[in-house]
């Protein structure tokens, strides 16, 4: 019987050493493809030793405008979108590319005009992947094309556009020597004044007429206005004075009708009591519906003549 029955709860809890504590959490910083992730997310992932001192973006090596701005430390090169200006024709495959075409460029600063910072954009043209470089030009207010395209020349046609066209010195001589030829050309420019002196006219007309309507449309406009302002108001003021915080609409014929026919049963009279009520009104009422008694409009109409006509006391029952 000697077994170490006094010794059994010391074996319960075998004494071992304490578990190590776990590792510092050192995160690798996040990749590229995690910064990249989600831009708008503002649950921002901070590193465990990271300690507030620089902004995060320094911390982590990142910068604000991401991928668009890997070439900028090294090289000062920022990738923007770039808006064609004019329509051009890209000098290797020839293909026109129209104004207003966007490509991701390269920008640099390549010096100044003044306080002018000069601006440099090379850009690859969608059809052929030939380099295009087109340049700021502060100095004409306007880009120039530095290589890689040819601007389009729009050729201007003064007769399609009914534009006066200027006679070339060829044509003057003609009319000196010819006096037909100038009565020829008086005659054509004395049509062309009187076509454009109708619509001149015309337009002239037109303005006064519209200028003169303007105020009275105008001061009717305000005037309307005005009274919708101050309906409003009024309703605003009216809803207050009921303790409701919105602008009651203005009342209608069928809401007023419908108002009409709801009962309010107030809380203290018992349903029973309220029907007793009611049928002590029905019975004591006319038959007729007059004034005591509720009812439309055409029944009380027909009693009121009646009384006029003596066929009934004030009662409202008939005396025959």
């Known amino acids: 019987h000697h077994h170490h029955h006094h010794h059994h709860h010391l074996h319960l809890f075998p004494s071992s050493p304490p578990p190590p504590p776990p590792p510092p959490r050192h995160l690798p910083p996040p990749t590229v493809a995690h910064r990249m992730a989600d831009r708008k997310n503002t649950n921002k992932y901070y590193p465990i030793d990271y300690d507030g001192k620089v902004g995060l973006n320094k911390y982590v090596g990142s910068h604000h405008l991401r991928e668009r701005a890997s070439k900028l430390a090294s090289q000062g090169i920022l990738v923007v979108r770039f808006e064609i200006p004019w329509r051009i024709y890209c000098e290797k495959c020839d293909n026109q590319i129209d104004k207003g075409r966007r490509y ?12 002018t910072p000069l601006l440099d954009f090379k850009m690859n043209c969608h059809h052929c992947s030939n380099h295009i470089h087109i340049a700021t030009d502060p100095e004409h207010r306007d880009y120039r094309i530095v290589s890689g395209a040819r601007r389009a020349t729009d050729t201007w046609d003064s007769s399609a556009q009914g534009t006066m066209s200027l006679m070339d010195e060829e044509d003057r001589e003609e009319i000196r020597e010819d006096p037909f030829k100038m009565l020829e050309h008086k005659k054509k420019d004395k049509e062309v004044a009187k076509v454009k002196n109708d619509e001149l006219q015309t337009l002239i007309q037109v303005q006064e007429l519209t200028t003169k309507s303007d105020y009275a449309i105008n001061s009717i406009l305000r005037s309307r206005n005005r009274e919708k302002r101050h309906a409003s108001k ?35 009279v018992s349903h029973s009591q309220f029907r007793k009520d009611e049928r002590q009104r029905i019975r004591s009422s006319s038959i007729f519906g007059n004034s005591y008694g509720g009812g439309n409009k055409a029944q009380s109409k027909a009693v009121e003549k009646a009384r006029k006509r003596g066929l009934l006391s004030k009662k409202g029952v008939s005396r025959t």
């Open 104 to 115: 991701n460029a390269d920008k640099k600063k390549v010096g100044m005009y003044y306080s």
């Open 234 to 268: 009024s309703r605003v003021k009216d809803a207050k004075s009921r303790g409701i915080g919105v602008e009651l609409l203005p009342e209608s014929e069928s809401d007023k009708k419908a108002a009409d026919e709801v009962v309010f049963v107030s809380k203290a």
